[in-house]
């Protein structure tokens, strides 16, 4: 059983930044592809950023692209998300999620990701 722990939210102005952590429990974690969603209240799940198994390439959503920056420590067997110039738009819970098949190309699908974490809030001022 892979568990995906969060860390790293909170309330910040817009503007200002945040790094989000992503701590997982399998040791299987480097041959995964793993990304970050978000829902905001009242809104669908939406697809944040994306990286390989190996880190050798990452995607993001149009609406984040410049600002964020996902990145990953295969020792660590953790993912992180650096935030910057954030809006009050970006308010969200931000969940990581590991990829149903090793070693793949990383969806923009949630349905392609099988283990998710409990999320974390982000609360951006105006």
């Known amino acids: 059983q892979v568990q995906l722990v969060e860390s790293g939210g909170g309330l910040v102005q817009a503007g200002g930044s945040l790094r989000l952590s992503c701590a997982a429990s399998?040791?299987?974690?480097?041959?995964?592809?793993m990304a970050w969603f978000r829902q905001a209240p009242g809104k669908e799940r939406e697809f944040v950023a994306s990286?390989?198994?190996?880190?050798?390439?990452?995607y993001y959503a149009v609406f984040v692209k410049g600002r964020f920056t996902i990145s990953r420590d295969n020792a660590k067997k953790t993912l992180y998300l650096q935030m910057n110039s954030l809006k009050p738009e970006d308010t969200a819970v931000y969940y990581c999620?590991?990829?149903?098949?090793?070693?793949?190309?990383?969806?923009?699908?949630?349905?392609?990701?099988?283990?998710w974490g409990q999320g974390t809030q982000v609360t951006v001022s105006s």
């Open positions: 999620a590991q990829s149903r098949l090793i070693q793949t190309i990383p969806s923009p699908r949630p349905d392609d990701y099988n283990y």
């Open positions: 399998t040791q299987t974690f480097a041959s995964y592809a």
């Open positions: 990286i390989r198994w190996n880190g050798s390439s990452t």
